[in-house]
C-alpha cells in the first residue's frame, strides 16, 4: 500500500468514531505533518454514510500537536442540504483535541465557466530538476519538489538573511511514490509548501500552521485526468507581523486548469 | 445605538447560549447578509469570559439562510493554549444550524515583520465619488463605496455581459454613518464586496456564499489608528467553474498596513 494510504487507513470505531494512527513518513520536526491532517479529516468526512458530492472546501484549525501514535476522529453533521453538505469533525488524541475541521462537499453540474488567472508560463516538469530530499526526514521525501523558483536548497547551512528573501515558490510537485490524485491527495498537497518565513529568513524559529482553508474547484473527472503527474503551484505571503503570517496557493492541473487554492495563517516566536 | 452595533447586541440566555436578532439595516435578498453573521459570531466568541487575544482567523460556512427574526449562538471551547485559543460556535434558528465558525485568537507582540505586498497605489478616498445607493436596499445602503475600479454602477439596467467583465474590484469602503473600526466591523467589511459574478456576467442567478475564512493582521492598536477612515480593498476572483467561484480580498488601511484578507467560495445557479 502507498505511504499515503497507509497514514489515511481508518477503522470504525465501536463507539462511531474513526480510529486512526501516524505513520513516520508523514512525521514533521514536532509531530504529524498538517498536510496529511488535513487529508486525513477530509477522507473522514468524505467516509461518511450520507456523504454526497465532491469537496468544495476544508478548512483545518490545528489546535494541538499530533503525537506520534493512534488517535480518533469524530463527525458531526451540521446541515445536509441537497446541494450543500457541511461536516464538521474533531481529531482527538485523548482528550486532546489536536485538530478540528469544516468539510464542504457540493454537488457540480456542467455550469456557465470562466478562468479569469491563467496558469504561470514555466518549463514542462521533465526538465525542472528535482530537489535532492535523500537526507531529509518526515514528509518532505514522501514528495518531489520541481523548483522553478523560489527554492531554498542554496540557503542550507547558510547564515539567516538580513535583506528578506521573496516569500514566492512556483513548483512542480508529485509524489516521489507515484499516487493518482484523488482529493485527499489533493488536500494533502496544499499544505506541503515550506512555511515561507523559512524562504524568507533562513531562519527556524518555532513557528507551526495554525488554520488552514483549501478551496476545491477540480471535479473528480479533472483529478482523474491529472492521474499522478505533477501539479503547478505558486506559493506567497502578503504580511509578516506580530507572530503570525499568511501563505496562499494557487495548485494547477497538467493542462493548465486550476484545481484548488489553500489559504493558510502561520504562527512564529521570532 | 449605530445600526452595525444594533445588529451585533448580544444577551446570554439562561442555557448559556447568546440570544440576538436580525435587524433590516443588514438585511439583503434572501435574509441576513453574511458580513453581519461573520461578525456577529467573531463578537459571540470575543465575549466569552474566556476568551483572550487578538482575532487571528474566523472561518463562517453558511450552512442555512438566515431568516429575519431571532437566533441564538452556541460556542463550544476547542482548545485553550496560552498563545492561541480556538473557538467554534453555531448560529442556530430553532433546530437548524444557519452559520458555523471556527475562531482562533492569538496573542500578538512586537515580532519580526516583513511586508512582501505592498498596498496598490490609487487616488484618496476623498477624490472619489461614492457610488449613489440612495435607492438600494439592505446592507449595502449601510457603507460607502468608492470605486477605483471594478464598479457595476454602469451595468445597471443593461444585458447580460457576452464577454465576461473582469473580476477585478478596486475601492475605499467605510461605514455611511461613521464607525471606528474594530474587529467586528472589519470582519463584516471582509464580505461587503458583491460577489465576482454579477459583476463578471451581470447577471443575477441563485448564488449565496458558502464559506468565508478572514485572516487578521492587524492588532488593536492599528485598528485605534485607522479610526473610521476608509479602508482600501483589492478584490478579485481565480476560477468560476462548476457551480462555484472563488473570491479574495485584501483590505488595507489609510496608511498602506494590510490589515485582513478575506477568502470565500460561492456558490450559482446558471
Redesign the interface.
Known sequence: MHAFDRALTLHKMNDGRLAGETIPEFGNFTGQFGGITAATLLKAALMQEKAAGAP??L?V?Y??GIKPGAFAISTRT??L?R??Q?W?L?LMQGD??AA?A?V?L????????????AAPSVPAPENVTPLDTSDWKGWSRQYAFRFIEGSTAHLRGKPPLDV?G???SLLWLSHVDPRPLDFPGLACMSDAFFVRLLQ??NLFPAMGT??L?T?F?A?AAMLAAQGAAPILCHV?????????H?Q?A?MWSASGE?LA?S?Q?V????
Open positions: 468544495v472546501s478548512t484549525n489546535t494541538a451540521i446541515r442540504g446541494t450543500l457541511h464538521g474533531d486532546v483535541v478540528t469544516l464542504t457540493g454537488q457540480r453540474s456542467d455550469s456557465w465557466a470562466h478562468a479569469p488567472l528578506p521573496s516569500a514566492r524568507v529568513r495554525v488554520s482553508t478551496q474547484h471535479d506567497d505571503s502578503r504580511v509578516f507581523r506580530g507572530n503570525f499568511d496562499s494557487e486550476l487554492t489559504h495563517i504562527w512564529y516566536a521570532e
